[in-house]
């Protein structure tokens, strides 16, 4: 799991087959939809914010043979100063991983995301809405529109 948030922080799309099988099925939901291993890397390589940090909390895992489930509680933060002042996007949630051992490795073989809420402005990272994630306080979330500097 915290392969995941030093690949994605650092933005080395390389370091993903680390992460998960060359096979791996990515629910990312309302906000990338299910794409591959090389389609994330594609958008992990591409991301256009100035910083990322996604923290990793509890994982509960439980492993079955060569197959495991997790469950991993997320919150990341992303930047893009260029949208300042309203320039973060901050999301929390969690992910539900299957995952194999193949060849000695653990590897993930299909997650599902799910943002539980999300605060700030969501054109950070392109979407014109907050993902369907709850806001914790609607009256000061940033409107979708306030996407330039001015």
Do not use: C
Not at 3 to 12: M, P
Not at 80 to 103: K, S
């Amino acid at each position: 799991m915290a392969r995941y948030a030093i690949a994605v922080d650092t933005q080395e799309a390389a370091l993903l087959d680390a992460v998960f099988t060359e096979d791996a099925r990515l629910d990312y939901g309302a906000f990338r939809g299910v794409v591959s291993r090389s389609e994330f890397k594609e958008i992990v390589a591409k991301l256009s914010v100035d910083a990322t940090q996604h923290l990793v909390g509890a994982s509960a895992i439980e492993v079955e043979g060569e197959r495991a489930s997790a469950r991993s509680y997320f919150a990341s933060q992303h930047v893009r100063l260029a949208f300042a002042p309203h320039h973060t996007l901050f999301i929390g949630g969690w992910w539900d991983d299957v995952l194999e051992r193949r060849a000695g490795q653990w590897r993930i073989v299909e997650r599902t995301v799910h943002a539980h809420w999300a605060q700030g402005n969501p054109a950070v990272l392109g979407m014109s809405e907050l993902m369907g994630a709850v806001a914790p306080d609607p009256g000061r979330d940033i409107d979708a529109r306030a996407t330039s500097t001015g």
